[in-house]
């Protein structure tokens, strides 16, 4: 039985899944222990059920009525944007690589996998062909229950990375497409894990990512009434001028920003509508304290979106 560093004993890596480790930078040499402690237990004090995959899962579908990652998804993420910040991501990778084409991909910050299988299947039904897939998380136990559930629904292509974000174990020039949906704020050194990205990145190749509460106006932070909800050491936020100049000293070129602010308010929204709606049923799946901690942290995002000091952004950049 294996223990990532800092992770609570007892914490087992899945059959299948691979765990490597690279080289990272100094900072991550110093953040990686503690980050995978904190990280694991933030989720899993928010998400507790998630790691009862299969006992969840059930309730899910009963709930939703579907089997497919897209009912799963909507769930598994409730404290995300979920399956409609996957299509902006997906719709994002057909319109600047076009369809038709194969492409091997990777995302980092997987967490439990639903954002990677979802977003597979929307880019294989608008013509976009998935070779390989990896889903890169810090945390053993989020790339267990992944690969568990990769398993079960049969995903024969898509391998589960137990590693850094910022030392990914894979060769250099070897991927077409590099995702990160809504993880970047768990990134305590956001440019080097972009000059990863760019690293993995064929020449040609595109990152897209979602920031959902880790970009910021010059100038500004979130509130304290946001940290109560998103504590420092577990949530990192960067600057809109510094993301851009991480993004270009990566090597990054032709980078294109969508603002979400007025999408992001309106889909939370609705999203709170439901937690309150069906409280019940939410509450029956993930526990009464976990129902209330995704009511609550979503309100607090959609706060800081409309007084504007957190701006939700879809990013997507070229490698040259």
């Not at 890596?13 to 765990?19: H, I, K």
């Not at 909800?229 to 949530?235: A, C, E, S």
């Not at 999203?271 to 009464?288: D, N, P």
Request: overall charge negative.
């Amino acid at each position: 039985m294996s223990t990532e560093p800092g992770a609570p004993a007892g914490t087992r890596e899945a059959q299948g899944t691979q765990r490597t480790r690279g080289t990272p930078s100094a900072q991550e040499t110093r953040a990686t222990p503690d980050q995978t402690g904190v990280q694991y237990r933030y989720h899993r004090d928010l998400f507790p059920a998630l790691h009862d995959w299969e006992n969840t899962e059930r309730a899910i579908v009963e709930f939703t009525g579907e089997q497919g990652p897209e009912g799963l998804l909507g769930l598994d993420q409730m404290g995300h944007f979920g399956p409609q910040g996957c299509d902006a991501v997906a719709g994002a990778v057909v319109a600047r690589l076009g369809s038709g084409r194969a492409v091997d991909l990777c995302e980092l910050g997987s967490g439990f996998g639903g954002a990677l299988r979802y977003t597979v299947d929307k880019l294989a039904a608008a013509g976009v062909e998935v070779g390989r897939s990896y889903g890169v998380d810090l945390v053993a136990e989020h790339c267990e229950v992944s690969a568990r559930i990769s398993r079960a629904q049969g995903r024969t292509t898509m391998t589960e990375l137990c590693a850094s974000a910022t030392a990914v174990p894979l060769p250099t020039a070897s991927l077409d497409l590099v995702l990160v949906t809504g993880s970047m704020p768990h990134f305590p050194d956001p440019g080097a894990v972009l000059r990863e990205a760019a690293r993995l990145l064929r020449p040609g190749g595109l990152l897209v990512l979602t920031e959902e509460v880790s970009l910021t106006p010059d100038g500004e932070e979130p509130s304290e009434a946001f940290r109560a909800l998103h504590p420092r050491g577990v949530f990192f936020t960067t600057s809109l001028t510094d993301r851009t100049d991480q993004l270009a000293r990566a090597g990054f070129g032709d980078v294109e920003r969508k603002d979400l602010t007025d999408w992001a308010v309106a889909l939370l929204a609705d999203r709170l509508k439901v937690v309150r709606i069906f409280r019940g049923s939410v509450a029956a799946i993930y526990g009464g304290t976990s129902a209330d901690l995704i009511r609550d942290t979503l309100t607090a995002a959609r706060e800081e979106y409309l007084a504007g000091r957190l701006l939700p952004t879809l990013f997507v950049a070229g490698k040259p």
